[in-house]
């Protein structure tokens, strides 16, 4: 089984190219969704966030906008989200894989916004980086309109520089000079790795 780690900034396109490969009936592991699973409603992460950002739970799950404030007033919260979140995820992660591998799968996408910032890339066959300008990428984060400009560059600042995961990439996807290139490149992508 093929296992390919897609990966990139925060609005650099990854959601676009996760979307091409779903469409194309390749299983996806989503650690974005995983995150969300585990900070809603009974999620295996509420009791310890609970534990170490008081008042950041509201209903039986994480107010993700109150954690954020949190850690935009404390970044050095992030470690402390990352000692709860990261095992969680790679569990699930872990599961993942070996449900298609029982299966048969010949190729699967991990959809891992951090996969190269926690290392999370040692059983990855291939590493698909998606790439747009910073100015491009910050564009997209504002229409998103859901940060302010300061949660933008904290959360930009807080990844691996773009240029830095362009270089270890197997796989460059230029998102931003036109989606019809990026997805020409993916078709391209999906058709190899099924021969």
Same mark, same amino acid.
């Given at each position: 089984m093929k296992v390919i780690g897609l990966t990139g900034g925060i609005g650099m396109g990854k959601s676009t190219a996760a979307r091409q490969f779903q469409r194309a009936h390749i299983p996806m592991f989503d650690a974005d969704v995983e995150v969300h699973r585990l900070q809603a409603r009974g999620g295996a992460a509420v009791p310890a966030i609970a534990a170490a950002f008081p008042g950041t739970i509201r209903d039986g799950a994480v107010d993700r906008r109150l954690l954020r404030a949190r850690l935009m007033a404390d970044p050095a919260g992030w470690r402390v989200l990352e000692r709860i979140i990261h095992p969680l995820v790679r569990d699930a992660r872990r599961?993942?894989?070996?449900?298609?591998?029982?299966?048969?799968? &010949? /190729?699967?996408?991990?959809?891992?916004?951090?996969?190269?910032?926690?290392?999370?890339?040692?059983? /990855?066959?291939? #590493?698909?980086?998606?790439?747009?300008?910073?100015?491009?990428?910050?564009?997209? %984060?504002?229409?998103?309109?859901? $940060?302010?400009?300061?949660?933008?560059?904290?959360? #930009?600042?807080?990844? $691996?520089?773009?240029?830095?995961?362009?270089?270890?990439?197997?796989? %460059?996807? &230029?998102?931003? %000079?036109?989606? &019809?290139?990026?997805?020409?490149? #993916?078709?391209?992508? /999906?058709?190899? %790795?099924?021969?």
């Open positions: 599961a993942f894989l070996a449900r298609w591998r029982r299966q048969g799968a &010949r /190729i699967v996408v991990l959809d891992i916004p951090l996969l190269l910032e926690t290392g999370g890339n040692a059983d /990855i066959d291939l #590493i698909l980086v998606v790439s747009t300008s910073t100015a491009n990428q910050k564009s997209r %984060l504002r229409r998103r309109g859901r $940060m302010t400009e300061a949660e933008i560059a904290a959360i #930009i600042a807080r990844q $691996m520089p773009d240029s830095e995961k362009r270089r270890r990439a197997d796989v %460059l996807v &230029r998102t931003g %000079l036109s989606r &019809r290139h990026a997805q020409a490149r #993916i078709a391209r992508l /999906i058709q190899e %790795l099924r021969r």
